[in-house]
């Protein structure tokens, strides 16, 4: 009896033993199917349109590729992204996302697909707009293409943010794309120095706005995402993330921004940072073409001030001569010199002023050639003008100078900037035609100034 009471008992535990094997077996290929993103329940393979990038056409281009089927949509999605991800089967077409780039979650909600990625989504793979465009919208079709979702919102880390690499906006669920890539255009933009000492121009690349105010609102969030890549190094956002736009509007010459009540309880104004808070704003607004003044509002109401130490009572120019007026029988005029920071070097500009009568192009020329402390010009002292003339909105200027001290393709392109900032912005003109004594050569590094040239080409 006892001997089959014993074979039974082991008979018993042998069944338990395996049946601790198989639950271990089942979860270790189960595991091992989801770290492969392969559904245990799929019905088989169904075939997709992915899009990737072609430089040829500069379009984007769908290819077939097979992946399973799936029973959740939140799990197609996600697989449609990794094909992206892998990159094309077509060598004719071009990878659009950073390799290392990982999905990190999906969800559904109404028409949209929200998707998560790690943050080398943000890695550039595609030179400028239309290449950011391509690799932002080769996602949107792809999975609006093989779903019946409508839209995709784009999330870095589970966060929502406002351009996808740098200027292209993912703020909003995106649409399908079914026109022609974005083109890109020049906007400049005013940051500030580590030490809010400066304001210094930026300039970026932007989406061409359908209107001015779509302008301001590209503006307006680059101001407050700060500056990207190597730039984060040297220059500091100006705006906070607690300032939001309620409504932004255009009267005249006038550019309103209407911000929130949240804007009221930000403690960290001091009178340097509001200074950089509220100039890089005026600054950066009035680089849009029709627009001179900006006003600041908060819910619709003016306010006396922001954050305490400046006058927002009224629209504010562009050099605050409505704030601090130049001393009578003075005028007040931008110049543009370089800022060096490390082995960087960037442009800023600061005011002078000088006495009504005096020669205004001359005055502005002389002014170039001697920067204040801390800042320096590529506009030689020896520098002269030969002759100049205002014909329609184009400044004509022969300038006397020894070209030699253009030892780089960097002092080349600074030389050129200081000279056309400067001139367009002190005088309100469009562009400035620039000949070297007497003559129309190209500069020492091949830069043409056979043209009249405006801000947006130099």
């Not at 880390?157 to 794309?177: A, G, H, Q, R, T």
Request: proline fraction near 6%; charge should be neutral.
């Amino acid at each position: 009896m006892r001997k089959r009471v014993t074979i039974k008992r082991k008979k018993d535990s042998s069944r338990r033993l395996a049946f601790v094997f198989l639950l271990i077996f089942v979860i270790v290929v189960l595991v091992s199917l989801r770290v492969l993103n392969i559904n245990l329940f799929s019905r088989g393979n169904e075939s997709v349109k992915i899009y990737f990038y072609e430089e040829d056409s500069k379009e984007l281009v769908w290819e077939r590729h097979t992946i399973p089927k799936f029973s959740h949509i939140e799990e197609k999605i996600k697989r449609i992204c990794l094909e992206i991800v892998r990159g094309p089967k077509n060598s004719n077409l071009s990878r659009v996302v950073d390799p290392n780039t990982k999905i990190i979650g999906v969800e559904t909600k109404e028409d949209i697909a929200i998707v998560s990625f790690s943050e080398e989504i943000k890695n550039r793979i595609l030179p400028g707009i239309s290449g950011e465009a391509a690799s932002l919208y080769c996602i949107v079709n792809s999975v609006v293409a093989n779903t019946p979702l409508r839209r995709v919102q784009i999330l870095i880390n589970d966060k929502p943010d406002n351009f996808y690499w740098d200027s292209v906006s993912i703020s909003e669920p995106l649409n399908m794309l079914t026109s022609s890539l974005p083109q890109g255009r020049k906007a400049i933009i005013y940051f500030f120095d580590k030490n809010t000492t400066f304001p210094i121009l930026y300039e970026s690349e932007i989406p061409e706005p359908e209107d001015r105010i779509r302008w301001a609102r590209i503006v307006f969030d680059k101001l407050k995402s700060g500056p990207s890549g190597i730039y984060k190094d040297y220059l500091i956002p100006t705006v906070p993330k607690i300032a939001n736009l309620k409504d932004i509007r255009i009267e005249g010459d006038v550019l309103t921004l209407d911000f929130t009540s949240d804007i009221l309880s930000y403690t960290g104004f001091g009178s340097a940072s509001e200074n950089a808070f509220m100039y890089s704003i005026i600054l950066s607004m009035t680089e849009i073409p029709g627009i001179n003044k900006v006003l600041f509002l908060v819910e619709g109401e003016v306010q006396d001030t922001i954050g305490g130490n400046f006058d927002t009572s009224k629209p504010l120019t562009r050099w605050y001569f409505d704030l601090n007026p130049p001393p009578e029988g003075m005028i007040g005029y931008p110049v543009y010199y370089v800022y060096k920071i490390k082995d960087k070097y960037f442009i800023t500009p600061t005011t002078k002023f000088t006495k009504e009568e005096e020669d205004g192009v001359n005055t502005i020329f002389n002014g170039l050639k001697n920067p204040p402390a801390g800042l320096e010009t590529f506009i030689p002292k020896s520098a002269k003008i030969i002759s100049h003339s205002l014909e329609g909105d184009t400044l004509k200027i022969d300038v006397k100078i020894d070209l030699s001290f253009i030892d780089s393709k960097t002092k080349e392109r600074l030389f050129l900037k200081e000279l056309v900032y400067t001139f367009t912005d002190a005088l309100n003109i469009g562009k400035l035609d620039l000949s070297i004594n007497g003559k129309k050569p190209s500069l020492p590094f091949g830069t043409s100034i056979e043209n009249p040239i405006s801000r947006d080409e130099v």
